[in-house]
C-alpha cells in the first residue's frame, strides 16, 4: 500500500518509542513512521520539519508534556491528527487534552491491537476531512469561475441566465430590481483601485450586492434602487480613497427590473465610464460628478445621452448638432475640451462595444451586428473592430467561445 500518512512518535522513554515503530505494520495503514521525539519541544520541531498527518504521543514527558503540545499544536493551527496513550491515572488529564483537538487515547500498557484500531478509526477521519476540504475548495474555484464568466458577459451587455442560474445554486443571488455599478480605473499606477471596488461592496452589502473585481475595472449589482443616494456614496467614497485627485471612473445605470433589462442597465453604467470620459468621478446620463469639486458641462451630457440612444442610427456632428440645438463647431470644441476626444471617435467606441456585446451573445451573423451598431459597409466595419480590439469580428466571436 502506498504510504498516504506521516506519523511522528513522542516518548520520553527509547524502547517505548521503538517498540511503537517496529511492532506495528505501519504500512499496511498506509502510514509511515517520519520521526520519534523525546518531548513535545522535538515534537513541535518535527511537526514544522515533516508536516506530519498523526501524532501518537505520551502524556507526561519532560521539558513539555502531552497536554501543553496538544495546547500548542491548537494555537498553530495544526490540521493532522493527535492520539494519546495514558494509564487509568491520566484520564482527566486526557480528558483536558481533548479540549484541543485530541482525536483520542489509548490506555497504557499499549497494545498493538487496540493502537492499530485507533489509528485505522483516526485515518479514516482524516481521509473524510480531506475531501471534504477538496470538495469545498473544488466548490469555491467553480464558484469564482462561474461569477467572473457571468460579469465578463454582462460587461459586454449579455444577461446570461444559465450561468445566472448557476450563481444561485451556488447561493449567489443577482437582484431582480436594483442597478449596476461599473468602475475603472485611469492610473496604470493606481494602487488604491481595488479598495474602491471594497469599500463600495461594504457600503452595499444589506442590498444584496454581488459583482468582480480585475485589475483595472469592477462591475457591482445592487438591489439599491436610490440613485441619488448611491451616487453621493460612490462620490463620497471616491474623496475618501483619492484625497489628492480621483483615478477612478464610475458609472451608475438607470434603475432595471421594471422596463429597463440588467444587461442593458450594465451597458448604459459601462457607457457613462467608458474610455471616452478621461476623468474621474461618478457618472450618469446627469452628469452628476464627484471628484476635486469639478462638475461635466450638461451639455456633454446630453450629448453623450444622445449617442447613448441613437447609436445604431445614421449619427453625424450636423445631425446631433441640430437635434441639440448648437452649431457645429461649438459642438465639436466642447467635446474636445471636456472629454479630450472628437465625436466620431466617441461614437465609434461606443458603437465597437456595443458590437462586442452582440459577439459575445451570438446568434447573429457579423454583417448583421454591424448594421445593429450603426455600420452600413461591413468591411469598414470589421476594419474599425480589428484597429479598435486587435481581432476581426469573427476571430473576436470564435476567442469567446475556446
Not at 495503514?29 to 520539519?49: F, H, S, T
Not at 462620490?235 to 480621483?246: A, M, N, Q, R, S
Not at 458641462?297 to 450636423?318: C, M, P, Q, W
Not at 475640451?337 to 466617441?346: A, D
Amino acid at each position: 500500500m502506498a504510504v498516504k500518512y506521516k506519523v511522528i512518535i513522542v516518548d520520553d522513554e527509547y524502547l517505548v518509542r521503538t517498540g511503537l515503530r517496529q511492532t506495528v505494520d505501519w504500512q499496511s495503514l498506509g502510514a509511515e513512521v517520519v520521526a520519534e521525539c523525546e518531548n513535545g519541544a522535538q515534537a513541535l520541531d518535527a511537526v514544522i520539519k515533516h508536516g506530519p498527518d498523526l501524532i501518537i504521543s505520551d502524556v507526561r514527558m519532560p521539558v513539555m508534556d502531552g497536554l501543553m503540545l496538544a495546547e500548542k499544536l491548537a494555537e498553530r493551527g495544526y490540521d493532522g491528527a493527535v492520539i494519546f496513550y495514558s494509564g487509568y491515572s491520566d484520564f482527566e488529564y486526557v480528558r483536558k487534552a481533548l479540549e484541543y483537538g485530541v482525536s483520542g487515547y489509548v490506555l497504557k500498557p499499549v497494545e498493538n491491537k487496540m493502537l492499530v484500531e485507533k489509528v485505522a478509526e483516526t485515518m479514516a477521519a482524516l481521509e473524510e476531512k480531506r475531501k471534504k476540504r477538496d470538495a469545498l475548495a473544488s466548490l469555491t474555484s467553480g464558484a469564482s469561475r462561474v461569477r467572473e464568466t457571468y460579469f465578463s458577459k454582462l460587461e459586454e451587455g449579455v444577461d446570461d441566465k444559465p450561468l445566472k442560474d448557476q450563481l444561485e445554486v451556488l447561493d449567489i443571488t443577482v437582484p431582480a430590481d436594483g442597478i449596476v455599478i461599473y468602475g475603472r480605473r485611469l492610473n496604470a499606477q493606481d494602487g488604491k483601485f481595488s479598495a474602491v471596488y471594497v469599500g463600495l461592496a461594504r457600503a452595499l452589502e444589506n442590498f444584496g450586492a454581488t459583482g468582480w473585481l480585475w485589475d483595472d475595472r469592477f462591475i457591482t449589482v445592487t438591489g439599491l434602487t436610490d440613485r441619488e443616494a448611491l451616487c453621493a456614496r460612490a462620490g463620497d467614497l471616491l474623496d475618501e480613497i483619492y484625497p489628492d485627485g480621483v483615478c477612478a471612473a464610475i458609472g451608475i445605470s438607470p434603475v432595471y427590473g421594471k422596463g429597463v433589462m440588467i444587461y442593458e442597465a450594465a451597458l448604459k453604467a459601462v457607457g457613462y465610464a467608458s474610455t471616452v470620459i478621461p476623468m474621474g468621478g461618478v457618472y450618469t446620463e446627469k452628469a452628476y460628478f464627484h471628484g476635486e469639486g469639478k462638475k461635466r458641462n450638461r451639455f456633454i451630457s446630453d450629448v453623450l445621452e444622445y449617442i447613448y440612444g441613437h447609436y445604431a442610427e445614421k449619427l453625424t456632428v450636423k445631425s446631433v448638432a441640430e437635434k441639440l440645438y448648437v452649431s457645429e463647431s461649438h459642438l465639436m470644441h466642447e467635446m474636445k475640451e471636456e472629454l479630450g476626444t472628437t465625436f466620431n471617435e466617441c461614437l465609434k467606441q461606443f458603437r465597437i462595444q456595443r458590437a462586442k456585446a452582440l459577439l459575445k451573445q451570438g446568434g447573429m451573423r457579423v454583417s448583421e451586428v454591424a448594421s445593429a451598431v450603426g455600420f452600413t459597409d461591413v468591411r469598414y466595419f470589421g476594419q474599425v473592430f480589428k484597429e479598435s480590439t486587435g481581432l476581426t469580428p469573427s476571430e473576436y466571436s470564435d476567442e469567446d467561445e475556446k
